[in-house]
């Protein structure tokens, strides 16, 4: 019998004897890659335009030259030449009518080819015009300006069919047709009537038709003419073409985009927002060229480059306002205006004589700057910079005219000073009440730093040497007065540079070395340090108003003493010479220099517990160190009567003598200092 299996037994499942092993699912297999064709714009190009444009440009120079060849054969009568040239251009229209039409019936058909042989049609004209004037002289100027205008009114009605390609082609031939025909033949005046006329058209046609490409032409070609002017040595036509392509890159800003623009790498947005800036800064900075070409004139008349670069000024804040060029034109414009003045002077240095003209358009250049610059009102982000331009362009054309004069202390030199000094602070005023906080405004304080170089290099011009100290700290005073009015930050600059230099000047040979000297009285000296040191402590006192215990204040307030310290060693010396003339030793006298710097410490020496400022609290110290080491090294070591280097002899009676002044009186004063300090 079959007996029963365990339970456990029963429960157990059968295993398999041989369990497959699980592998991985395979990666998915990425697709083949296909290779992308390479882009051959240059090849699509040259197939589907290039060929159309040389042939177009072909046929127009043909045009062209078959209008020169006729006019150097005397087989051809010249009215049978000039019929057989028009005849020709009707024949290259009519051919691209009926091209354009073909395409029209059957597109895309070949635009192109149609536009080439109107653009080379319409040049034939040109050429046509140009010889019934210039060559056979069978019209005279107006009728060949009528001629050339019907020309133009052609090209514009044939660019409405055509197209941009039409008015690229038409405007670069008609601009190079005086070249290629021979420009001697021109006259000049024709000829600058000639290229204004195809600038025109050119300008004009881009922008009725919104074309970017004909308008970059139209601009290229007046540059070439400019180039060739310039190397013909024509002044007047460089002029007048830079000024052509300045006007006309502005004028295009007048014709808005449309939102239905295709795109391209010219399009009309770009060559809107673009090209008046473009125009404006290119026709100024070439302008350099004719400064060099006038400074070679024996007469150096400025006349025509200062006129046309200030009206490029005045045209760059116009665009600037109309928010249709960018600051930076404001800029380049003005640099460029400053730059020419100072090409013509360095190209003119060694010639006997300025231009006759050069200092009234120089002042009139400094006065358009300025008005320029504030009536440009540019955006918050670039008020600095235009403030600069105009501030520091004005300033350097002032400057430059003032230093250009043949007596510099002449009125024609310190009175353009004096009143770019007052327009400035008018402008600084005007760029104050643009902004919320007109005493940190940076637009404002270059203009306030630029009138305060003016008045200040008037007062140089102004002033004889000896009173200059007086009134460099009469400038102090009147900045620091402004200060305290206006709440200015720079003004405390300019307060404190003049301080300096009214200190320079009082120890400069003209006054100190003068008055030693005995050419200076005595007294006069005296008067104009003690006034000039009244006016720098007036300029401390109405600083401190407007700013308490700041360095600029206390700063004016030292320089005062200074001056102050300077009369009396001036005084001192007077007093050591005696009613007869007779001076003292010269260690009596650096006695008396050491006890009036250390008593001018004595008075200054801050008291206990008050407030005052950096200097306020050192400025004492200061004074009275140095009157110590002054007695250090002069009288005890280089003057001392037993064994300096030029050992002084002892004069006067015991106890009084020049010892007891060299040591006794300064060591008394230092120890009344300590003890008011500590006890």
Known sequence: DDEPLPAAAAAEPAQPL??????????????????????????????????????????ALGGIFLVSFASQQAWFTPQVQLVCAMLLGAALIGASEWARRIATKQPPGHPLVAAMLAGAGVVTFYATAWAAHGIYELVDLPVAVGLLTLCAALLLGLSFLHGQALAVLAVTLALLAPQLTGIDLWPRLAL???????????????????WGWAGA??????????????????VRRALAVASFAAMGGVALAFRKPVSTEPPGALSWTRAHAHMPATAICISSVLLLWTWIGVADLPSGV???????ATMFVLLAAAAVRARVAAPLTLTVAVASLVVGFLVYVQARFGVPALGADFYPFILFGAAVIALSAVAARPGREQRVLIAGSGAFGAALLIALAASTRENWHHFSAWIPLFMGSVLLFVAAWFAAEE??????????????????????????????????PLAHAGAAALFAAVLAWRGWSMMRFAALFAAVCALGHALSPA??????????????????????????????????????????????????????????????RALAAGADGAPLS???????????????????????GRETGLIGAWRGHALMGAGLLYALVAPAISFNPWWGFAPAAVTGPLLFNTLALAFLAPAALALAAARRLYD
């Open 18 to 59: 041989d369990e497959p092993m699980r592998m991985p699912p395979a990666a998915a297999t990425p697709p083949p890659r296909v290779a992308q064709p390479r882009e051959r714009k240059l090849e699509q190009w040259v197939a589907q335009n290039g060929l159309a444009w040389l042939g177009g440009a072909l046929v």
């Open 435 to 468: 902004t919320h906080q007109p005493s940190k405004d940076k637009a404002a304080g270059l203009w306030l730093a630029a009138a305060a170089a003016l008045l200040l290099l008037g007062v140089e011009s102004a002033f004889p040497a000896a009173a200059r």
């Open 302 to 308: 400025v006349g025509g480059p200062a006129w046309v």
């Open 192 to 210: 600058t009537f000639y290229i204004g006329g195809v600038a025109i058209a050119g300008f004009g046609v881009a922008a009725l038709q919104r």
């Open 586 to 608: 010269t260690f009596a006298e650096i006695s008396l220099r050491i006890l009036a710097l250390i008593a001018a410490g004595h008075v200054l020496m801050a008291r206990p």
């Open 217 to 234: 032409a139209t601009m290229l070609g007046l540059y070439f003419w400019f180039a060739v002017a310039i190397g013909a040595g024509d």
């Open 511 to 572: 006054l100190i070395g003068a008055t030693l000297v005995g050419a200076n009285p005595i007294g006069d000296a005296l008067l104009i340090l003690a006034a000039a040191s009244a006016f720098l402590f007036g300029a401390s006192y109405l600083a401190s108003r407007a700013e308490p215990r700041s360095l600029g204040a206390e700063s004016l307030g030292f320089a005062g003493v200074i001056m102050l310290l300077i009369g009396v060693f001036l005084a001192l």
